[in-house]
């Protein structure tokens, strides 16, 4: 008899049926392993602002998904890896700025659905803005909040692009400062205790 979510007969009783990706998410791990063959080829900073760029303005995903690999990888260039982090992240987030202030309705608000964020998430960052707009932007800076939602509803409620420019710039700067260190002197420390947890070298773990 066979096991409900296991595959039976022919000796595969028992083994758990694989885990299927969702297709963004396949796309998604796609672009990261294209972009991490781009580093390796001695293109590192490159490929760290193109995903600064793409991250900041609508591909979802981690903003530290090449920074830190990187910069475990080698941590002397972690902060070289960081500033170009910041400045790709940084024209994303103006472009995803733009977005809300040119096309907020058409393109804002559908985009910010693609990557699960809801009218009523929509809706609370307005009265957030109305009330703290620039600690409002700190926060989607800093990553406490998907700075996608701030960005395009900033441009889309508008709030002026100076001031946002300028405390989003402060705000990422200081986030990805705060990742570089911990990495330039403790990242070694940490490489060693990932090898022990999963039991072998990293540069194994493709």
């Given at each position: 008899m066979?096991?409900?979510?296991?595959?039976?007969g022919?000796?595969?009783?028992g083994?758990?049926?694989?885990?299927?990706?969702?297709?963004?998410q396949?796309?998604?791990?796609?672009?990261?392993?294209?972009?991490?063959?781009?580093?390796?080829?001695?293109?590192?900073?490159?490929?760290?602002?193109?995903?600064?760029?793409?991250?900041?303005?609508?591909?979802?995903?981690?903003d530290?998904?090449?920074?830190?690999?990187?910069?475990?990888?080698?941590?002397?260039?972690?902060?070289?890896?960081?500033?170009?982090?910041?400045?790709?992240?940084?024209?994303?987030?103006?472009?995803?700025?733009?977005?809300?202030?040119?096309?907020?309705?058409?393109?804002?608000?559908?985009?910010?659905?693609?990557?699960g964020?809801?009218?009523?998430?929509?809706?609370?960052?307005?009265?957030?803005f109305?009330?703290?707009?620039?600690?409002?932007?700190l926060?989607?800076?800093i990553?406490?909040?998907?700075?996608?939602?701030?960005?395009?509803?900033?441009?889309?409620?508008?709030?002026?692009?100076?001031?946002?420019?300028?405390?989003?710039?402060?705000?990422r700067?200081?986030?990805?400062?705060?990742?570089?260190?911990?990495?330039?002197f403790?990242?070694?420390?940490?490489?060693?205790?990932?090898?022990?947890?999963?039991?072998?070298?990293?540069?194994?773990l493709?």
């Amino acid at each position: 008899m066979n096991i409900p979510g296991t595959r039976g007969g022919n000796g595969s009783q028992g083994l758990p049926l694989p885990r299927r990706r969702h297709p963004v998410q396949r796309w998604l791990l796609h672009v990261v392993a294209v972009l991490h063959r781009w580093a390796e080829s001695g293109r590192a900073r490159s490929a760290t602002a193109t995903w600064g760029f793409a991250q900041g303005s609508v591909v979802p995903g981690p903003d530290c998904a090449l920074l830190i690999p990187l910069g475990l990888a080698d941590p002397k260039r972690v902060f070289s890896f960081a500033l170009w982090t910041t400045v790709g992240s940084f024209f994303g987030t103006l472009a995803a700025y733009s977005i809300g202030v040119f096309a907020f309705q058409r393109v804002g608000i559908p985009l910010l659905s693609l990557v699960g964020i809801g009218t009523d998430n929509i809706q609370h960052a307005r009265e957030m803005f109305a009330e703290h707009t620039l600690l409002v932007v700190l926060v989607g800076s800093i990553g406490l909040v998907p700075s996608k939602l701030i960005s395009i509803t900033a441009g889309g409620f508008g709030v002026p692009l100076l001031p946002f420019a300028l405390v989003f710039l402060v705000g990422r700067s200081a986030r990805y400062l705060i990742v570089a260190t911990i990495i330039r002197f403790a990242g070694a420390r940490l490489v060693a205790w990932i090898e022990r947890r999963v039991g072998r070298p990293l540069a194994t773990l493709r």
